[in-house]
């Protein structure tokens, strides 16, 4: 029922800033218990989970990623961003934006909603 796409740029040089956003249809961002995050998969493996926004705007991380992901939210305009800063060929990925309602007050491993997922290549 919550719908998502993701927009942003789709080819990157090494050491610029990845900035993709999420539109929200069918759907508010501040939902309560509802998180609204970023996953990644890079060509040939599996997918990865990259942080999330929850309802009240406290953000989470991947540890692997924390210090350089950043998720933001525009309350007004129903949408919430990713950026990634220092991009390298190793984050070419397909990103997906998508939303879930928590379980037990938790970000479930599993997210209910999926954008299209956008391809980001890194390449010099």
């Known amino acids: 029922q919550v719908q998502l796409q993701e927009s942003g740029p789709g080819l990157l040089k090494p050491s610029q800033t990845l900035d993709l956003t999420c539109s929200v249809s069918?759907?508010?961002?501040?939902?309560?218990?509802?998180?609204w995050g970023w996953i990644r998969q890079p060509p040939g493996k599996g997918l990865e989970w990259m942080g999330a926004?929850?309802?009240?705007?406290?953000?989470y991380y991947s540890p692997s990623l924390k210090s350089r992901a950043s998720i933001f939210r525009d309350t007004s305009k129903n949408r919430f961003s990713l950026q990634l800063t220092a991009m390298s060929p190793e984050d070419t990925a397909v990103y997906y934006c998508?939303?879930?309602?928590?379980?037990?007050?938790?970000?479930?491993?599993?997210?209910?909603?999926w954008g299209q997922g956008t391809q980001v290549t890194v390449s010099s």
């Open positions: 998508a939303a879930t309602p928590l379980v037990g007050g938790r970000i479930p491993s599993e997210f209910a909603y």
């Open positions: 069918s759907g508010s961002i501040r939902t309560s218990y509802y998180a």
């Open positions: 926004i929850v309802y009240d705007g406290i953000t």
